[in-house]
């Protein structure tokens, strides 16, 4: 291939910076966060084993649920999604409070 | 007691007032209490009610005919038990009053009762057998016929019974009637009519006296007269010279059981082997002994074992009920028993243990086996077990000895609970080490936002964000405080008035920033 995957990383990251929103990079900030907190939870269970598997699969699922609840804030706030742009950033974002609580308390009920 | 004998009355209170009018020496008319008593008895003719006509009516003088005809017609009512006893419904209290009248009835008017003599030993037998009443009626009417049947002058049944042991060749009997009075009239004669045995029916006596020894008591010694040999012997006795008013004895069955000694003799065992035709040398067990040696079999060889089995005194060759060969393994206890034969023309017992074919009942468990005789029968004396040989007997196969039954039943082996053993969890150091690695990622989260320029900066200090800002600290700060020590329905409770308060200030706050950015969009 003329381009190697190096450029296409480097173009994609300058393309990136400049041209998404503050906003929204604060919010793909959040995301790397809850990502590599997940893999951390992962490579711990991997190490130690499973019990209690229930802590296990609570503090998985919280990493996992906020990711998807922030990539959902993220499509609904991103300006360019013709789809959502009844839904006012404020909307999207409360609905994403109120998930985060919800999805909180069942953590705090299944961690044990 | 006038009142007493209207005609609505029932027939046990006429007979009460008419008892009660003669003991206290009133005057009955005795026209009037008779037609009194038949049409109660009209009204209720059980016979019960019989019975209490009959003792009513031996109180009273006249024709007592209706009521001495009568007697008959109720006995034929009685329902007869087992072939040997005879009652009525009601038990023992309805069939004594009965009873009891009806001999009342016959010493008033002098005539004897129309009861067939069988019918009267049946209920007699009756009456002995319920001799254990349990209430005190019953006891008292009980009582009373037996009374009456021991001392009445037209029918006392007596009975032959046996007063020496089964076991005993002098049989003694003695005569008695049913309070047990034994009858010792001096022209009493008892007879046995014959004495059978029960084996094969033989008869061994026939029509022979018993001898009188005094007080109802009559003896005969059967091994004198006739030397039956052992068995089990029904003697049938009649009796002669039974003056009235004693019937009975004719026809009863007395049991003796005569027992005998045994002796076992001419107990050969010989060694041979399986494919030998001839008769092989055969070694006699000592009396009372066992064979010196051990016999060693095996799966070539057979053995064959014969004795004889005979009454001390006679040497002619008799059968017994058991007639066994038991060989019991020396190191396990498991035992084999077989049942020796008796040739018919020998008249000895036999047993043949091939070893070849035989492996398999004994499981094919070599070694050492002691061999018995068990011989036995219900009227030998002296039942014996005689150890007489010991064999080593080496099967074709090797077999186990089984589990013995008696092993299931010992006390099994102790079982320690083990509580299960907790999962390994890792090291202090490693959770801790993780939990920090955890923490880290936060860290890198407010580096970046601060390198993106996130700021404070758009941080109004309304109510309405403060309240937001702080509902949802509070809210975090409840989902701790249910992680640690709340349960889900007062966190549940908390979080709503929380959540409420919350959502009101998020609600105005997102509105005020939604105004804001629609002014600043439109300004641009």
Redesign the interface.
């Known amino acids: 291939m003329s381009t190697g995957i190096v450029p296409i990383l480097k173009k994609f990251y300058d393309d990136y910076s400049k041209n998404t929103p503050t906003r929204l990079k604060l919010i793909d900030a959040y995301l790397f966060y809850i990502l590599i907190t997940g893999v951390t939870q992962f490579g711990y269970c991997c190490l130690v084993g499973t019990f209690p598997f229930n802590s296990f699969l609570s503090g998985f699922i919280s990493c996992v649920g906020s990711f998807v609840l922030a990539a959902c804030l993220r499509i609904q706030a991103n300006p360019e999604n013709k789809e959502f742009s009844k839904i006012s950033p404020e909307r999207a974002f409360a609905d994403f409070i109120f998930a985060s609580v919800v999805l909180h308390l069942v953590v705090m009920n299944f961690i044990g | 007691m006038d009142n007493a004998l209207k005609a609505t009355s029932k027939v046990e209170d006429v007979y009460y007032a008419i008892a009660a009018a003669k003991n206290l020496n009133f005057n009955v008319d005795n026209d009037k209490a008779k037609t009194t008593l038949l049409e109660a008895l009209k009204a209720d003719e059980t016979p019960l009610s019989q019975g209490y006509a009959f003792m009513a009516g031996a109180l009273l003088s006249g024709d007592l005919k209706k009521l001495v005809d009568a007697v008959e017609d109720v006995i034929a009512q009685s329902d007869e038990v087992d072939g040997r006893m005879r009652q009525f419904e009601g038990g023992v209290a309805s069939t004594a009053i009965v009873i009891e009248g009806a001999f009342e009835l016959a010493a008033t008017a002098d005539k004897a009762p129309t009861i067939n003599e069988n019918d009267l030993f049946k209920f007699s037998n009756y009456f002995v057998n319920r001799r254990h009443v349990n209430n005190l009626k019953s006891a008292f009417y009980l009582a009373k016929v037996v009374k009456t049947l021991a001392t009445n002058k037209f029918f006392v049944p007596v009975a032959a019974v046996r007063i020496t042991p089964i076991t005993s060749p002098k049989v003694q009997i003695q005569v008695a009637d049913l309070l047990g009075k034994p009858i010792a009239a001096a022209s009493l004669a008892v007879n046995a009519e014959h004495a059978k045995r029960t084996q094969d029916g033989a008869t061994v006596l026939s029509k022979e006296k018993f001898t009188a020894k005094g007080n109802g008591i009559f003896e005969m010694d059967m091994q004198q007269k006739s030397n039956p040999g052992k068995g089990y012997y029904v003697v049938q006795l009649s009796a002669s010279g039974l003056t009235a008013p004693y019937v009975g004895i004719t026809g009863t069955q007395i049991q003796v059981k005569i027992n005998a000694e045994i002796q076992v003799t001419d107990v050969d065992i010989s060694v041979s082997e399986r494919e030998q035709s001839s008769t092989p040398r055969s070694e006699r067990v000592p009396a009372n002994g066992m064979l010196p040696n051990v016999l060693k079999l095996d799966h070539h060889q057979k053995l064959a074992l014969t004795f004889k089995v005979s009454q001390k005194g006679n040497a002619a060759a008799i059968a017994v009920h058991q007639a066994f060969v038991r060989l019991e393994h020396g190191t396990s206890g498991e035992e084999i028993i077989y049942m020796a034969e008796l040739d018919p023309s020998t008249k000895l017992y036999k047993m043949d243990l091939d070893v070849l074919s035989s492996g398999k009942n004994f499981g094919f468990v070599s070694g050492e086996y002691k061999m018995e005789l068990i011989v036995g029968d219900a009227v030998v004396e002296n039942s014996l077990v005689w150890p007489i040989a010991r064999l080593n007997l080496q099967f074709s196969e090797q077999g186990e000895p089984a589990r013995r039954f008696r092993d299931e039943l010992r006390a099994k082996p102790e079982i320690r609970h083990v509580f299960r053993v907790p999962?390994?969890?890792?090291s202090k150091a490693?959770?801790s080490a993780?939990t920090v690695?955890?923490a880290v990622?936060?860290l890198?989260?407010l580096v970046?936002?601060m390198k993106?320029?996130?700021n404070l900066g758009g941080f109004s200090f309304s109510p309405a964000t403060l309240g937001f800002h702080i509902g949802?600290g509070a809210?975090?700060g409840l989902?701790?405080c249910?992680?640690t020590h709340l349960d889900?329905f007062t966190?549940l409770r908390y979080?709503t008035i929380v959540?409420i308060v919350t959502?009101v200030a998020?609600?105005r706050m997102?509105?005020q920033?939604?105004a804001q950015?629609t002014k600043s969009a439109k300004s641009d």
């Open positions: 999962e390994a969890r890792p490693v959770s993780f690695l955890v990622p936060l890198v989260l970046l936002w993106l320029g996130a949802l809210i975090i989902l701790y249910y992680w889900m966190t979080l959540g959502f998020a609600n997102l509105r920033k939604a950015r």
